[in-house]
Structure formats: C-alpha cells, structure tokens
C-alpha cells in the first residue's frame, strides 16, 4: 500500500513543478541575503591619498611624510604583485574626524602594516590597527581632536590593490553585521552543499561527485578570496604564510577539479582531437598543485593565470561543440554556469574601471558562486538522470533478450542446459534430452555427471566468463567420438551447449598428420620434425644426436627406373629404416633422397648398433621391384649436437653436416660415413650462423683481406704481383680459410654483396696507403659468375672503379667460370668498360670447369690462370703437361700473360718455367699474408720467412734464365 502510494508520487507530474518551486524559493532567499542593493549599504566616504614605494623613502618617518605631501592623491593603489613595501599619507581634518570615527584600509593582500597619525603640533602617534570582515584593517579615531592626517607603511603579498574610507560608528558597525550575515549564509549554503555531494559520492561510489564536491570546496575559498574573510578556515585563522598556500591550493584545487568535471561530463573530449589537449590540462593540474605547495605565491600567480586562460578556453569549447552535436541538456546546464562565473568576472572588472558598482549589486562573487554552483548541481543531476535512463533502457533490453534466448532454448539445433553450481541440471532443450540422457533423466556421458559440472563452475573464478573443452569418449566398440563442450556462468547457474564434432575432428586430425608426415613414405616431413624438436626444448636446451642416411645417386635411379619405380623404393627404403630404428627414434624424410633419424636420449649405443645394422644390410640385401633388384649405395652421416636452444639451430646445424659429407664425398669417392662429433658441429653451427646474417648483409666478425704474392719468373725483383683473398683473423691472429663464406654467398645469393665489399676495401687501402705501394704492379681481385648477372653490381663496380680511376691500372678482375654468366652480352660491354679506364682481365681457373678456349677469345682476357689442379700433376701426368703447353700457347698466341697456381715445389716451378709460364702463385711462394706486409716491400721473395728457400727459388730461376 504505501509502495504504491510512493510509486504513484513519484510519477505524478507534480514532482518536478515542486522541484522547481523549491528552487525557485532557495535562489530567492540567497539572492535577498547575497545582493548588495544601495538601501542596504552603510555610507562610506572615500578618502584620497598619496603613495610611494619603499625605495622612494629616504630619511626617517617626518622627511617620508613630508615627500608623501608633495605627491598627487589617488583613490586607489595597485601593486601589480610587487611585493615591496608602501608608504601612503591620507589627509583628515579635524572636522572630518569628529564626523567618522573609523577610517577603513580595504586590501585583501595586506600582509604587514604600520600606522601613526600626524597631529596638529607636529608629533606622531602611532595607533593600533583591527582586522575587521578579513579585507578590512580599520583604526579608530574617536578621541582624535588635532587630526592633520595619517602616515602608514603597508606589505603586499599577489595582486594587491588598496582604498580607504571613513565611517561613522554606527555605519560601521551595521557594514560588520551584514559581511558576516553574508560569510554565514554563504558558508552554510555551500557546505550543506558540500555534505550533501559527500554523502552522494559515497552511496553511489561516484568519482563525478567527489570532483563536484572538491570543486563546490575551492569555489567557497575563492569567494572568501573575493569577499576577504578567507583568512580563517573552519574557525582556525591563518598566519600569512598559510593563508598564500591556502589560496594557491584553493586555486590549484579549482582548476583541478573543472577539468576533471569536465571529461565525466562530457564524452567528445575524449575524442583523439582533444584527447591531448585535456592530458596536457591534467598534466598542468599537476603542476600547478606543485607550485601551490612549494612556490612563491607570485610566480604561482603569473603561471596560474595563462593557464587559466587556456583551460577556460577548452572547457568553453567542449561545451558549444557537445551542445551543437548533441543538443545535450547537460551541456546547456554547464554552459549556463559558465555564463554566470563570467558575467560575475565582468561585473567585478566593468566596477573596477568604470567605478560602477551596479551590477555589483546583483552579481558579485557570493551571489554568482551560489548560482553557478547551483547549475552545475543541475547539470551534474541532468548527467546522472541520463545515465541512469541508458541503464534502465540496456536493461529492458537485457530482459527482452533473456526473453526470446528462452523462445529460442526450446527449439536450437544444438544440446543446451543450465545446471546449479552442484551441478545439478535445471533446464535443458530436446535435443539434450534425446542425444545425452537416458529413460530415467540421467546423463549419459561422464563429463555431463554432477560432479564434473560442479567442478567445471568452479574452475570459471569470475561471472562471466567462458570456456571451451573438446573432450574425446570412447564408446561401446571402441572407437573414439568428439564432444564439444562450451561453458559460461553467472553468480548461480552454468550454461552448457553439447555438440558432437567427430567428422571435424577426424578431419583435423587428418590435415594434421598430412602437415606433418611425408605423403609417400608416411615418415615425419620438416615441419614435423621441427615440431617435435620445438617441444623437447620447450623448458630447457638439449642435446641431439641425429644419424642421417642420402641415398647416393638417387636422380639417375630415376632415370633409369622412372618415377613410379623409384617412389617404390623410397617405401621400401623407409620400411626397412623404421624396422631398425623405429625403437631408437623419430624417423623424417628432409629431402627427396635424404632421411634422419633423431635419436632417443640415452639410446646413443644400442641405436647406433642398429643403425649399422641398417647399413649392412642395405650392402648385402638389393630391394626387389618387378624383377628388377636394385642396389643402393647410401652416405651415412653421423651429428652429435651438443646443447641447443632453438629449432632453427638444430635443423641448420643438421642440414649443413649433411652438405659437408656430400662435399667431403665427391673429393673422395671411397668415403661412405661421416661422422660430426660436438665441437665440429659447433664450428658448422656458428658457420650456419654468420650465413643467417648476411641475410641483413652483416659480415663476420674478423673478416679481412690477405694478398697472396704472385711470382714473375722473368723479373722477381720487379714489381710486385698479388691476389687479394677473403681471410678470417682468429683470436690469436692466424689468418683462417673462409671458405664457407664464400659457398654460403654463393648458395644464399650474397656474392654481389662480397664481391663489392672486397673491391671497395681494396681500393680504401691502396688510397690510403699509396705511397708505399709504389712498387705494386697490380693486384687481382676474384668476381664470381654471380655477381656478373648482377645489373646492379656492374653498374656499382664502375661507378667505385672511376671513383678511385688513379688506381684503375693496378687493378685486375679475376673471372671463374663464365659459363655459369647468363648475359654473356652485358658481361662484354662491363669487360670492355672497365679496360677502358685501366682495368686488366683475368681468367681465373682455365682448363677446369666452364673455362675454355672459346671465353679466352671472346672476351680478350690479358691474363689466363692456368687451374691448379692440372698445375699440381705437372711432374707426374703427361696429360697435365700437354695441357698446360697448350693452354701457354695460346695465351701468348693471343698476347696474354699466363699465372701458374698452386706451385708448391721447386720441381713444379722448373717445369713450368720450361713450358713458358710468365707467373708462379702457390704456398712454394708464400700464403697470403696481410695486406700491410706489403707496404715497402722491395721483392716478393722477402715475403718467405724462409730466406734459405727463397736463395734456392732465385738460384732456380737463375739457372733455368742461363
């Protein structure tokens, strides 16, 4: 009965009409109490006076009066936030005295003051000064008959202005009564305002109120500020030190908290357009609280202001926008507040200038803090009844949700319950009941039992939250369906919806086994290897020991077999590798014609005796086909890893040893194992590497260039002959091959990146060191048949040769196997581009590989370097010699000189001097030492740290000259 009594009140329009009617009447009664009409103002007569600063004073207090005499009056002192002391002299007949016992200083920055009145004989008498309504010092001169005047020094803290006036004992006593009427209603109002938005903000746990209750707080200091009587607060009075921080923090406060009213109010400002400027604002909110706590109040004053400024600006313009956006009630309420502070701050300013106190009387500070304050309290309600009207409305829309999810329960495709937090099912639709329970209403499936569901409810921790289980259940004849299972809870209640997705999963499944199984063979491909690696160190690094098998000329079984054939013997090769190694470890196909078996931890002894099993097997035993019986020959290698950290290591590391036997195997041809114990496989790992990083064309630590010298036979004190070569300096300064360097550019594509990086080195030191490289004749520098299908590379060369074109004639380009070139064409144009300006041609490796007699025509090399393979065999192989007789003869045929490489003995050296070779290159001479060795060197012979053997290589050259 009365809950409907109430219920209909509420709803009756009469509410709001009463509502206002309330306010109506509360801003008329603070309107009669704040206004300051004329009928209600005691008389005051103001007085003129003269001023100077302090240091204008000179001389004791009678030479200060006299100079205060002679200066102009003036009815008002303005500091302008000095805060040097002030003298001021203000004449008072006697006649005046008798008329107004008080004389009233009004200044609500007076910090320190002084006074003596000036009588008729010429003496000072210095009085007592009052604090009266905190702006107002006041003396009293009732009893002062022989008045001249009064001389006073007052100190100034901020903005500081001063007036003076005379009032007669009952004017003043009445202008007492009604500031303090004005302070206690003022106070009242804006606390009981404060108390109610506290106890607000507490009920609704709303940060919006606390902002409005801080910012009700700083407006009522900042009227005290205005009306002069915030010099005391909650009945304490403050020193003047406290009161400056009391209203920077008032300030600071005020500021503070219009801006954060502002972004609850108000969602545009959140935009990215003001997003930066409100934190900037915040950010200064900061900053001024700092300063209120730890600065002068003057410097406080001259940020505050600028600040200010910007701040009103913003808050302003937030507020038009969202009004012409939105037409938002909230944002007419705020804007109306606005209005009113401001039209309080121009009454205050038109008063000053104009000396008009008429809009004073209705809109002074107490008066338009109370309505400002008044309409931010609507627009802060407006905010809220909206807020609260969006949350009613989601949640009718909640509840029509519920109510068609409920038409819905009934009649989904899918099993759905709903079950208590024991787990004991509530509800549940048909397909539920047919699919998951049985006659007597109990479930079927293990994981649908009460205690499982109770567990599930608890294992969700907060309302809200989901979760989704696959869960397998093998079933009467033993295979295995697919249950999907997806979870959510409320405070009370778990719902559940029970799919059965066995075809789907069968299918993944299948897709991924065939992701990760070779299709042919059935074994582990790549990405299924590197899974199972991936997940042995995915706590810790671990060892790996892989034995790998390359099915020796796989690509010519193929063709003499054909390919159905050859995928025959590729599962019979597998079948016989799982039937020995299956126990021992994982089995992958890497390659066409490579398998690996990564091997068991701790299984190292009894997996290799099977491995070798495996391998005699395949000796002894040719695979069966069709009649046909075919025997295999394999390259076993053998890895052991020691600790790694990451899959791209291990496979890399894997893959490289693979490539190193197959090397290994085609320099020697009987080899059919290799083995790679730990600190080999480290050496090829850090290889792997340095091969990863020239992928972002990052060089080895240590890479240098080394000039290996090259030998003229005709002249070896003459000038001086070399090749530059790739080198890596080792920690202890020993120059080391870099062989694998140079085969990982040319496997991975980089040897136009080394090729440059030589040439460009090259030329740096022959410019900085040109002087003492008088005697080099030419240097040669090796480009590889890469780089020469390389457009860019050509065009980098040139522009680098004729930047450095004073060194072009020491230069030769040593080119290796030009029947690997692409654009033999382009190559032509290059070769004779760079002659021109200086450059010789060499043809490096002639009579091995692609070089042949038709390259040397073609592309009119200067200088052809005879192989040293065939060079090596010279003393021993007729065919070697008949090799080199032809190939010297023909390179003097076409005006070339001829380089012998690889000499390595005297024998050597001899024959090949006979035969008519004009240069010798080879460890006989001397390996490749560095580039500064060279510097002032005179002959190349000093280069040998064997000057025994370099007598004995002049004396051969010697004889064969004689």
Known sequence: ????????????????????????????????????????????????????????????????????????????????????????????????????????????????????????????????????????????????????????????????????????????????????????????????????????????????????????????????????????????????????????????????????????????????????????????????????????????????????????????????????????????????????????????????????????????????????????????????????????????????????????????????????????????????????LNQNGKPTLDFLQPQRLAALFNLLEVPGKSSRRELPVVVGDGQTRWYELVLSRDHQELVGVVADFTVRKDRELALQYQATHDELTGALNRRGLQNIIHNKLNKRAACFTFFCVDIQQFSRLISAYGVAVSDQLLQAFHTELYRHMNAHGEIARLHVDQFAVMIHQNDTARAEEAFNAFLHRLDTVPFQFEGRSIQTAVLATLVFQGLVDNVLDVMETVETSMRESKSRAKRNGSIERVVFEQNQTRSLLDQSRTIRRLDDQKLPAGLTLAWQPILALSQHDGPLYAEALLRIKGDNGKLNSAGFLIEACERGGHTAFLDNWVLSQTLDFLDEHSDELRKLGVISINVSPG????????????????????????????????????????????????????????????????????????????????????????????????????????AHDLGCKCVAEWVEDLHTLREVRELGVDYVQGYLVSPAVECEDFLNLSSTLELMPDQGRAKMIQAALEVVSC
């Not at 009266?132 to 903005?159: D, E, H, Y």
């Not at 940020?303 to 302003?316: D, H, R």
């Not at 299908?789 to 040769?801: P, R, S, W, Y």
């Not at 021109?836 to 038709?854: K, T």
């Open 1 to 436: 009965m009365h809950t409907a009594v109430a219920d209909s009140f509420q709803k009756t329009p009469l509410t709001p009409l009463l509502s206002l009617i309330l306010l109506g009447l509360f801003l008329l009664v603070a309107f009669v109490n704040l206004s300051v009409l004329d009928k209600n103002t005691p008389h005051e007569l103001p007085l003129g006076f003269a001023s100077i600063p302090q240091e204008q004073a000179h001389g004791n207090l009678f030479n200060v009066l006299h100079r205060l005499k002679s200066e102009p009056q003036r009815q008002v002192l303005r500091t302008h936030l000095e805060e040097t002391p002030y003298w001021i002299y203000a004449s008072l007949p006697s006649s005046t005295a008798q008329q107004y016992e008080h004389i009233l200083f009004r200044s609500r920055h007076l910090v320190q003051s002084s006074c003596w009145l000036s009588l008729q004989e010429g003496t000072l008498q210095e009085i007592n000064l009052e604090v009266n309504q905190g702006r107002v010092v006041s003396a009293n001169l009732q009893g002062q008959g022989n008045l001249r005047g009064i001389i006073c020094q007052f100190q100034f803290v901020g903005p500081a202005s001063l007036e003076l006036g005379l009032q007669s004992a009952p004017d003043f006593n009445e202008s007492i009564f009604i500031a303090e009427r004005r302070q206690s209603f003022l106070e009242g109002v804006l606390y009981l305002m404060i108390g109610m938005v506290a106890v607000a903000a507490f009920m609704t746990r709303s940060t919006l109120f606390i902002c409005y209750g801080f910012w009700l707080f700083a407006s009522l200091r900042l009227v005290a500020l205005s009306e002069g009587w915030d010099h005391s607060i909650f009945g304490f009075e403050l020193e003047s030190e406290p009161l400056m921080r009391a209203r920077m923090l008032a300030l600071a406060m005020y500021f503070t908290s219009t801006v954060l009213i502002v972004w609850h109010l108000f969602d545009n400002i959140r935009r990215e357009s003001w997003l930066g400027v409100l934190r900037a604002l915040q950010c200064a909110s900061v900053i001024l609280t700092v300063l209120a706590l730890f600065s002068p109040y003057r410097t406080f004053l001259e940020l505050f202001w600028p600040m200010s400024l910007v701040a009103a600006f913003v808050v302003a313009w937030v507020v038009i926008q969202n009004f012409l956006e939105k037409r938002d009630r909230v944002a007419i309420y705020y804007l109306a507040a606005i209005l009113i502070s401001l039209t309080g701050a121009v009454a205050e300013v038109l008063s000053a200038w104009f000396d008009q106190r008429f809009l004073l009387q209705y809109f002074n500070s107490a008066s338009v803090t109370v309505l400002a304050s008044v309409m931010t309290g609507v627009a802060l309600a407006e905010f809220l009844r909206k807020a609260q009207w969006q949350q009613q409305l989601a949640a009718r829309e909640v509840r029509q949700a519920h109510e068609r999810l409920e038409r819905v329960f009934d009649i989904a495709p899918s099993a759905m319950f709903t079950c208590t937090r024991r787990g004991e099912l509530l509800n549940f639709n048909k397909q539920f009941t047919d699919l998951f």
């Open 787 to 890: 780089s020469l299908n390389d457009e860019i590379f050509l065009q980098d060369t040139l522009a680098l040769i004729r930047a450095h074109q004073r060194h072009a004639s020491k230069l030769c380009l040593e080119i290796t196997e030009v029947g690997s070139v692409i654009n033999l064409q382009a190559v032509q144009n290059f070769i004779e581009q760079v002659r021109g300006l200086g450059v010789r041609i060499a043809l490096d490796d002639f009579g091995a590989g692609y070089s042949n007699f038709r390259y040397a025509m073609d592309l009119h090399a200067d200088v052809i370097k005879i192989d040293g393979s065939i060079v090596k065999n010279i003393c021993h192989s007729t065919e070697s010699h008949a090799v080199i007789t032809a190939i010297v003869g023909l």
